[in-house]
């Protein structure tokens, strides 16, 4: 699940590297048409997404049936299994009612798990906009050594570059592991050490360098926190709420970056506010890490307690018995708290 988070998340690392220089070479086009040149950066590149969204609501399936890229035994394989997954039968409903919505979203603002991550997740956006949209180097290399506006732009491209490939690298390890706290910590360790060498050095050329630790270790910590939200989220409506607390809480992160303001040359208050923001990161994963096992270990102790007012001990309904339908039941209730749900740490 990580890695292909990393895939959509490594594009805004691809954004970060070209933006800059697309951009310069947009506003050439300053007076065309009788329009400034920092609107033709929001008609060409506003045109673009919006023809990409035309292209991918007809493009992109919406039943398995039609998704071409899976072979027919995976397609019914898929549908087979969409169609056996933990619902309810509608029969028994009356006599075992699913989880309200309210309820099951009121569960997922109380996880400790969540909300442990949301705070993660506040802490990584403050650091990844604020490399983003205020990484201030370029114009020392303008000013310093004497490069051109284009040239400058230039610079931003590496340390992004880099953080493509390390976050992708980073996830695909994060997958075959199951692993997502220790990779977390290591992402934002690296960030940390980033930042540390931006806060102390007063050469440019090491302050730049810097960002091949700072870039890569903040970009990194996104998609961790956001498959370890949905690994330990469940069921669906449950899953819903907190990946989407955690983008909204997110945003909210990224907000607070633009309202921290520094002194140039330095910019001593927002480098250690965003040292800050990769500590607070470390020690949410480790509190997490130790919850998860913390839970764990108590769900599987007290696993009779926990079923016995659905009388059942299944992990899994398999038919249609009562039995089978008070298993559902279970899973639907207790979501992520069931005693055969395994919590990935």
Known sequence: MQFRIALFWGTICIAGAVSGLLTFEIIKLHGRWGHPGWSWVFLIEGFVTVLFGIIGFFVLPSRIESV?????????????????????LTSSIEKYPPKSTGRQVWEAFKSPHVVLLNVA?????????????????????????????????????????????????????????QSRGVACSISAALSIIGFAIFYASGQEK??????????????????NLAAWTADNSEPHMRKATAIALGTMVANS???FSIFVLGHKPRYYLPTAINLFLGVLIIACSVSNMVWLRYAQKQKVARRNDILQNFNS?????????EQDVAAAQAWDHL???HPDFKYIY
């Open 253 to 255: 992160g990224g907000l």
């Open 121 to 177: 997740q506040f802490a990584c956006a403050g650091n990844t906009n604020s490399l983003a949209y205020f990484t201030p180097t370029s114009k020392y290399f303008l000013f310093e050594f004497g490069y051109s506006p284009s040239a400058t732009q230039l610079f931003s491209v590496p340390p992004f570059a880099l953080a493509f490939l390390f976050l992708l690298g980073l996830s695909y390890w994060s997958d075959s592991r």
């Open 206 to 223: 090491v302050r730049y360098g810097s960002l091949f630790l700072s870039v890569p270790g903040a970009y990194g910590v996104g998609p």
């Open 335 to 337: 979501g992520d708290q």
């Open 68 to 88: 071409w890229i899976l072979t027919e035994a995976e397609k019914a394989s898929t549908a087979s299994s969409a169609s056996s997954s933990l619902m309810l």
């Open 313 to 321: 001990g299944k992990a899994e309904p398999q038919g249609t018995s």
